[in-house]
């Protein structure tokens, strides 16, 4: 008796911990991007669902420097055709620099297997430096293939903004380049 309650206490153990190890993956493409001042950066938000894994619910909590990016509050966050069958809302907070994406399938049909567009986040560069956008470690989902609910594991994509050349730079350039361009023209003449 001792031997069968041991043998199905493993059972239990091995069949609780393979549902628990899939675990679905948030990614950001591009993971690093580079624009100007006043410049606009576009992210895609991906989710990749395990073999068998379909998803109920999310809750993706994000950060950003507010000194450097801005989140338009009306054409910012576009959420991706395959959460056509959810209810999607975000919030954010321009001043802290966090805004959240949260949806519930309301379709009966859940996202299942594979790579989805969870949504596109567009920001504009305000000021210059280098600014994350991190997802944060309080992110979370429910799966209703496993009825296991967990956090995402931490993910992040970086934009970097620089100041947008000055026309006079340009200008004293390509003056210089014509002046370059005169005198060898003189010398090889002469």
């Known amino acids: ?19 628990a190890s899939a675990v679905p993956l948030i990614s ?15 992210i895609d938000v991906n989710l990749t669902l395990g073999a068998g894994e379909m998803l109920d619910g999310y809750g993706l909590n994000f950060s950003f420097d ?21 209810l999607n809302f975000y919030s954010f907070d321009p001043v802290a620099g966090t805004f959240n994406l949260a949806g519930i399938d309301i379709s009966a049909n859940p ?11 567009v920001f504009s560069g305000t000021g ?26 931490p993910a992040g994509s970086y934009v970097t903004v620089e100041p ?8 004293l350039l390509g003056a210089g380049l014509a002046v370059g361009y005169f005198v060898r023209r003189r010398a090889v003449g002469s």
């Open 111 to 121: 996202i299942a297997n594979g790579t989805f567009l969870l949504a596109t986040l």
């Open 66 to 86: 507010p000194a450097l990016l801005a989140l338009d509050p009306t054409s910012g966050v576009t959420f991706g055709s395959s959460l056509a069958g959810y």
């Open 28 to 42: 950001f493409n591009p993971l690093a991007q580079t624009i100007y001042q006043g410049g606009s950066s576009a």
């Open 128 to 153: 210059v430096g280098a600014s994350a956008v991190d997802l944060l470690g309080t992110s979370s989902y429910l799966l209703s293939s496993s009825m296991f609910e967990g956090n995402f594991t």
């Open 1 to 19: 008796m001792k031997q069968l309650l041991t043998l199905a206490c493993i059972i239990a153990m091995l069949t609780f911990a393979g549902q």
């Open 164 to 171: 947008v050349p000055e026309p006079g730079t340009l200008l």
